[in-house]
């Protein structure tokens, strides 16, 4: 067996399932402010309130194998990210603190409801930002004689901040309100239900929109990834996504139409998971382009068995308890029920 591709496929999953799980919690709360009245935003946390903070065991998961398993990655990407990253893990802190306060608070509710959107959203954009740069490259070179590093972080610390990962920024911010407001549509009643749909209308544009953008823009920008998809006729072969990637988007449109329930949640997963998978095709073999791929910054054989061992162990709770969690808290969400009545 080949254990880097195991550990890679292992992330690849894991990343995925992250987006996806903590994409539709984020996107409740980027959606936050705009829903019409107070009780509809207690019914819209009360949705992801059970599962919420276990949604994000797959981005500490997704992290450990990555610095075990492709340590010069995990080096390079925190030296070259390290601003979006604590970005990132400081909005994911103050949202936590700010989901858990607002439920006791009285004269302070709005505040802490101000800070929930807003730490979705920054670490939503933060995420678009990491996108946007892994997609644009890394700068590297050797490192320093003797020190037994091969390579390391060679350009500037704000090198991830262009106008192209702006734009990713911003849409994942709309693909993960995609996300949120079919959630809501699949989880809750009435009035809510009926916001949450149109407003899964319109963050249906914004996600078609910046998934268009990073479609055009990195082939005619990055000569390997036009190569991957142009050459030899590859798009041919290639084909079936970017049309499974349209028929998706307008069977979503169609469902949120007809206003069905939940069928609409799972066209929006299908079509991140389809742009996950344009993404991936473009960059493979690499992990950070242009000078990390998969086999040049995978650890020793011998760390990576030991990493598959804790995995077998691990891995299966993950999924077990995270399928239970979603099973037990299964069907609608009714207004003035759960969290908020402790």
Do not use: C
Not at 309 to 329: D, E, K, N, S
Request: proline content about 6%.
């Amino acid at each position: 067996m080949d254990l880097t591709l195991i550990l890679a496929g292992i992330i690849v999953f894991g990343v995925g399932a992250y987006v996806i799980l903590d994409g539709f919690d984020l996107g409740v709360g980027i959606l936050f402010p705009f829903i019409p009245d107070d009780a509809m935003r207690d019914t819209a946390i009360n949705s992801i309130a059970p599962v919420w903070d276990g949604n994000e065991t797959w981005l500490i998961l997704g992290g450990a194998v990555l610095f075990a398993a492709f340590p010069v990655v995990y080096a390079v990407a925190l030296s070259a990210f390290y601003i979006p990253i604590m970005l990132l893990l400081f909005a994911l802190i103050f949202r936590g603190v700010a989901f858990e306060f607002r439920f006791k608070a009285k004269r302070s509710k709005h505040w802490w409801s101000r800070a929930f959107t807003g730490g979705s959203t920054l670490a939503a954009f933060a995420q678009g930002l990491l996108l946007g740069g892994v997609l644009e490259g890394v700068t590297t070179g050797p490192g320093p004689a003797g020190s037994g590093i091969a390579l390391e972080f060679a350009g500037g610390s704000f090198d991830w901040l262009t106008p192209f990962s702006v734009i990713t920024g911003l849409g994942v911010v709309g693909g993960y309100a995609l996300l949120g407001a079919t959630w809501l549509n699949m989880k809750t009643e009435d009035g809510l239900r009926d916001w949450s749909r149109a407003a899964a209308r319109r963050a249906l544009f914004v996600s078609l929109f910046a998934l268009a953008v990073v479609s055009l823009y990195t082939p005619l920008k990055f000569d390997y990834i036009a190569e991957r998809w142009f050459a030899d006729m590859h798009w041919l072969s290639l084909s079936p996504v970017p049309l499974a990637t349209v028929v998706v988007a307008f069977s979503l449109y169609r469902e949120l139409k007809a206003g069905s329930h939940y069928p609409p949640f799972f066209y929006a997963i299908a079509l991140f998971m389809l742009g996950y998978l344009g993404i991936g095709i473009s960059l493979w073999p690499h992990i950070l382009p242009p000078a990390l791929t998969v086999w040049n910054s995978a650890s020793p054989p011998q760390s990576q068995k030991f990493v598959l061992i804790a995995l077998a162990i691990t891995l299966p709770m993950v999924l077990i308890y995270t399928v239970y969690a979603y099973w037990v808290f299964r069907g609608k969400v009714e207004a003035g029920a759960g969290y908020t009545s402790h």
